[in-house]
């Protein structure tokens, strides 16, 4: 289980916690004080990095094309602020 | 189009919540006209976003022994401690076509704001908007606020600190017991504050219910009557209640 924190500057705060196995996702969750409509989402982007390689490039697109869905309002923290707090979480694996 | 007020109730949190959720269906449903409430919580409660972990933002030991409830809310956004005597907390219900509001959520989160700002006007704070979601007094959040879109309905709810007690609040809310040093108290001083903060008087709950209802009315341009919740509501209420925000299982689910 590895954790990361990051604070959005004047934003809020985006934290990840995962696991990695044999060189994938096994598990991952984002918890913090940001918005996201419609909230259920962020179970879709959990699920959808659930067993994904662990390499930079992957997850770095996966999480950029799920905030391009249209339906998506992401508010006090960016996409990137989720590649980086991942990235950062998946860090303590190598 | 008539608004519903309901005046203000006293519940135990996780009614409150399920209050939002019943009145937002019936709303959805076209049954319940837009509905403004405002409401207390007995016991004193702490509210957790959607998002958040209740671990790391809640002190849950100190919260069971002095029987202070923990509720997560469907809305984002922080950790807010509803103290019983200290503060009020207003919702919204309106469908998303509703003429006049913005498609935008900042927008909307500061037009539904503004009936908050003309309340806390009237007894003489010069409040402001503080996007996204706070309105601040002398640089200082004195409300926070909190929106969820969801079957074409927009809930807003909020909490209005009348009063504010740091130590009481940093003990259910999880800052370590050494953190609650002299040096934090005053760094949240500088940062949160109250009416009576300001004014040096605690108004009192009818005075202040009065002012946001003509607050919100006159921002929103609505007229009103008086009124409960419809006995669908109270149903969809008890539903909510016992599956959702009593349910362990949906306050510890992050």
């Known amino acids: ?94 | 189009m008539i608004w519903r007020v309901i005046p203000l109730t006293v519940n135990k949190a996780s009614v409150n919540m399920a209050v939002d959720s019943a009145i937002l269906d019936e709303v959805s449903a076209g049954r319940s006209p837009p509905t403004l409430r405002l409401y207390r919580w007995k016991p004193s409660a702490v509210s957790v976003g959607y998002f958040q972990s209740v671990n790391d933002e809640v002190n849950i030991e100190a919260c069971r022994e002095m029987g202070v409830d923990v509720v997560r809310r469907i809305t984002g956004g922080g950790a807010v401690y509803h103290s019983y005597e200290g503060e009020i907390t207003y919702s919204v219900i309106i469908p998303e076509d509703y003429e006049g509001m913005p498609k935008d959520i900042i927008s909307s989160y500061e037009l539904i704001c503004g009936g908050i700002i003309k309340a806390l006007n009237w007894l003489g704070l010069k409040a402001e908007f503080k996007p996204v979601n706070d309105i601040t007094v002398e640089g200082k959040k004195i409300s926070g606020n909190a929106q969820t879109r969801r079957k074409g309905v927009i809930l807003q709810h909020g909490t209005i600190l009348l009063d504010l007690n740091i130590k009481e609040m940093f003990n259910f809310l999880k800052v370590s017991k050494e953190k609650i040093s002299d040096k934090l108290i005053k760094s949240v001083e500088e940062r949160v504050t109250s009416i009576t903060s300001i004014t040096g008087v605690k108004p009192d709950f009818a005075k202040i219910s009065q002012l946001l209802i003509k607050g919100f009315s006159e921002s929103l341009k609505f007229n009103y009557t008086f009124n409960g919740l419809t006995p669908i509501e109270e149903k969809l209420t008890r539903e909510y209640d016992e599956k959702q925000f009593s349910n362990r299982e949906w306050v510890f689910r992050r």
């Open chain 1, 1 to 94: 289980m590895s954790k990361a924190e990051l604070k959005v500057k004047g934003g809020k705060l985006v934290k990840c916690r995962l696991d990695v196995e044999e060189g994938y996702i096994k598990n991952i969750k984002y918890t913090g004080d940001f918005f996201l409509h419609p909230e259920e989402y962020i179970e879709k982007l959990e699920n959808s990095l659930t067993g994904a390689a662990a390499s930079t490039e992957i997850i770095k697109n996966i999480i950029e094309e799920f905030f391009k869905k249209p339906e998506i309002t992401l508010i006090g923290a960016s996409p990137e602020d989720f590649v980086k707090v991942t990235l950062s979480c998946l860090e303590a694996y190598k």
